[in-house]
T-cell receptor, first 112, second 114 residues
Framework: NAGVTQTPKFQVLKTGQSMTLQCAQDMNHNSMYWYRQDPGMGLRLIYYSASEGTTDKGEVPNGYNVSRLNKREFSLRLESAAPSQTSVYFC???????????FGPGTRLTVL | EDKVVQSPLSLVVHEGDTVTLNCSYEVTNFRSLLWYKQEKKAPTFLFMLTSSGIEKKSGRLSSILDKKELFSILNITATQTGDSAIYLCAVGNAGGTSYGKLTFGQGTILTVHP
């Protein structure tokens, strides 16, 4: 989806290192989401932001923090990475008044 | 806790076959059911269903929702190798104040051989 960009595309970290995953949408939508995807487990919601200045926990928030910097940007931070956080991370935005979400290309993160 | 279960988990067919993918759910306050297709990268949106018994159709793909029995099916007719992907089902919960809190199923991996 050209409306969502994520950086970086790939990242390898050592246990205990920190990093921030960046997400930006150019569609002027209020709601944004962070998911992780592990084999055989579909997508699980980490955090979401219904509008600029608000954030809420999803299903699997432990070990993560988020910042909704402005309407466009929603970042995900790992303060002290653990091997269990090895996953593919997707950012998404939601269209107003519906449940439909559109996803970015993803970040593949490996924690050694 | 909301729950979405897809079946089968994987499926191998040949070009030209018709396939049916299943999605059952348990949600406290159902609002919508969505289907996504995921190839190598990001999931792409296929359908959103909110009303029971009304079929959504796009080319060779179609989907229908049964709110009484709490399930949906995604049909793909005359399959092509380009249909090979993971198909994800998700359910939206009407509880709370904001749209878009989705619970996803595990996905069905479809492989179409020439």
């Amino acid at each position: 989806n050209a409306g969502v960009t994520q950086t970086p595309k790939f990242q390898v970290l050592k246990t205990g290192q920190s990093m921030t995953l960046q997400c930006a949408q150019d569609m002027n939508h209020n709601s944004m989401y962070w998911y992780r995807q592990d084999p055989g487990m579909g997508l699980r919601l980490i955090y979401y932001s219904a509008s600029e200045g608000t954030t809420d926990k999803g299903e699997v928030p432990n070990g993560y923090n988020v910042s909704r910097l402005n309407k466009r940007e929603f970042s995900l931070r790992l303060e002290s990475a653990a091997p269990s956080q090895t996953s593919v991370y997707f950012c998404a935005y939601g269209t107003s008044g519906t449940d439909t979400q559109y996803f970015g290309p993803g970040t593949r993160l490996t924690v050694l | 806790e909301d729950k979405v279960v897809q079946s089968p988990l994987s499926l191998v067919v040949h070009e030209g076959d018709t396939v049916t993918l299943n999605c059952s759910y348990e949600v406290t306050n159902f609002r919508s059911l969505l289907w996504y297709k995921q190839e190598k990268k990001a999931p792409t949106f296929l359908f959103m269903l909110t009303s029971s018994g009304i079929e959504k159709k796009s080319g060779r793909l179609s989907s229908i929702l049964d709110k009484k029995e709490l399930f949906s099916i995604l049909n793909i007719t005359a399959t092509q190798t380009g249909d090979s992907a993971i198909y994800l089902c998700a359910v939206g919960n009407a509880g709370g104040t904001s749209y878009g809190k989705l619970t996803f199923g595990q996905g069905t991996i479809l492989t179409v051989h020439p």
